[in-house]
C-alpha cells in the first residue's frame, strides 16, 4: 500500500517562531488532508489539498503532487498550535480511505 | 459544522465483555470509519463503510465487528474484550463525492478505552 512519511517526528519551538512539516508519499494521490491533534485528543481537520497551495490565518499548505510530498507552515507559532500534525493520503484511482502517517509531534513553549 | 459524536469519552470494561462503541454524524455523510490510536503506531483502520449495511475491513479488525443499520450511526463492536485492545478509538465521517474522490473527514473526540 501506499507509504506515508513525516518529518521531523518532533518538533520544540519557541513561541512566535515559524516552522515547516513534511509529508512524503510513496504514490500519487488524490486526496491529501492535514490534521491537527491537539492534547485533548481532538483531531481537527485543517485542509484538504490533493495539490496547489491553501491558506488560513497562519497555517498554510502546499502540496506537489508531481514530486509526491506536501509541506505545512506555522508562522508566529502559539502555544495553542502544540500537539500533534497529522498527513494523511488516498492513492489515485482507488476507492481506500485514508492512510495516516505518523505524525509530526510539536510543542510550542512561552 | 459537521459534529461526529462518540458515546463515552472513557470507558473501562473487564476482559471477556462485549464493549459497544458508538458513533453518530449529523451531516448526512455516506462514508464512516473506526480508528484506534495507540503511541508509536499513529491511526490505524479498523472498519469502514460507505453505505447503510455496508462495511469493509481496514487493517486490523480482528477481535472487532461492525454495524450500521442506519446512515447516520456507526458501531464499533468488540466481540470478547481483552487488554491488547486498550487504546484510544476514534469514529469519523466523511460525504461521498463524485467519481472517487473523498473530501474532509471529521473526526469525533474518541473514547479511551480501558480494558482490565
Known amino acids: ?110 | 459544522d459537521v459534529k461526529v459524536t462518540q458515546s463515552s469519552r472513557y470507558l473501562v470494561k473487564r476482559t471477556g465483555e462485549k464493549v459497544f462503541l458508538e458513533c453518530v454524524q449529523d451531516m448526512d455523510h455516506e462514508n464512516m470509519f473506526w480508528y484506534r490510536q495507540d503511541p508509536g503506531l499513529g491511526l490505524r483502520l479498523i472498519y469502514f463503510s460507505y453505505d447503510v449495511k455496508m462495511k469493509e475491513k481496514g487493517d486490523i479488525p480482528e477481535g472487532y465487528s461492525v454495524s450500521r443499520e442506519k446512515k447516520e450511526r456507526f458501531s464499533l463492536i468488540l466481540e470478547s474484550a481483552s487488554t491488547n485492545q486498550t487504546s484510544m478509538y476514534l469514529c469519523a465521517s466523511s460525504p461521498l463525492t463524485s467519481g472517487t474522490a473523498r473530501r474532509k473527514l471529521f473526526f469525533g473526540s474518541g473514547t479511551q478505552l480501558s480494558v482490565l
Open chain 1, 1 to 110: 500500500g501506499i507509504q506515508v512519511e513525516q518529518s521531523p517526528p518532533d518538533l520544540i519551538l519557541q513561541e512566535g517562531a515559524n516552522s515547516t512539516l513534511r509529508c512524503n508519499f510513496s504514490d500519487s494521490v488524490n486526496n491529501l488532508q492535514w490534521f491537527h491533534q491537539n492534547p485533548w485528543g481532538q483531531l481537527i481537520n485543517l485542509f484538504y489539498i490533493p495539490s496547489g497551495t491553501k491558506q488560513n490565518g497562519r497555517l498554510s499548505a502546499t502540496t506537489v503532487a508531481t514530486e509526491r510530498y506536501s509541506l505545512l507552515y506555522i508562522s508566529s507559532s502559539q502555544t495553542t498550535d502544540s500537539g500533534v500534525y497529522f498527513c494523511a493520503v488516498e492513492k489515485h484511482g482507488g476507492r481506500t480511505p485514508l492512510v495516516f502517517g505518523k505524525g509530526t509531534r510539536l510543542s510550542v513553549i512561552a
